[in-house]
């Protein structure tokens, strides 16, 4: 990986979330008083804590993102929520195409596109996820369907700066299993490749995260695999202590 690119860990929480937790990234923000990383951290809390997290984590290097957002900047498009209401919430990336949308919402590659170029029109990060199912794994057609999705989800105008890969194998999403390294290794740099084609000299700077079962146990293994550039975490990600055990992979 290039000495420039900064790696991100990223938490993404889910539909998991209330008052009562804002004590863990009130924790968080105290312990990385004491660690030194060199890695950009973000919570993607639910929206509607989204104001309140960022408060509870002010003055510390945590950012907060979102999980989602409409393609639209406002309009008659009940229970939605924007890319500039994010950002005026405090946000400053917003995840998009996480396999449970695409999913649970069929969402497509061209939905994913519009969303990403909404986040970058309110001037968010955009981590745009993709990632095969097990059936597509054993069929031998992983790298064919990251193609697919990386050339249908990346709109215009990505760049380094506004965009963060993520590569989630549905299959290790909340599961507990893990791509072996060599399969992250294998996807990453298939991913690093595709990109550069698609996004130019943008390609070798940007982001690529690895999500699917992150753990303190694991995170130093992951992060040593070719073209791993930060981590989208689920679960860990919801209690300080074990976030902060992936973080420190990055130090
Ligand atoms: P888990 O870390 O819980 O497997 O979730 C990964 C994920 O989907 C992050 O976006």
Redesign the pocket.
Known sequence: MPQTIKPLV?G?W?MNGSTAMLKEPRLLAAMMRDVKTKCDILVCPPAILTRRIKGVVKGSKIKVGGQDCHAAASGAHTGDISAEMLQDAGATYV?VG???RRTNHKESDATVAAKAKAAHRAGLIAII?IGETLEQRKGGQTLAVLSEQLKGSIPEGSNAANTVI?Y?PVW?????LTASTAEVAEAHTHVRNDISKIMGEEGPKTRILY?????PSNAVELMGAANVNGA??????LKAADFIGIIKAYM
Request: hydrophobic fraction near 35%; aromatic fraction near 0%.
């Open positions: 990223a993404n889910k995840i996480h396999s449970e996820c993520a989630e290790a999403i909340g599961t507990g999500g699917g079962s992150v753990k989208l975490v689920g679960g860990a990600s």
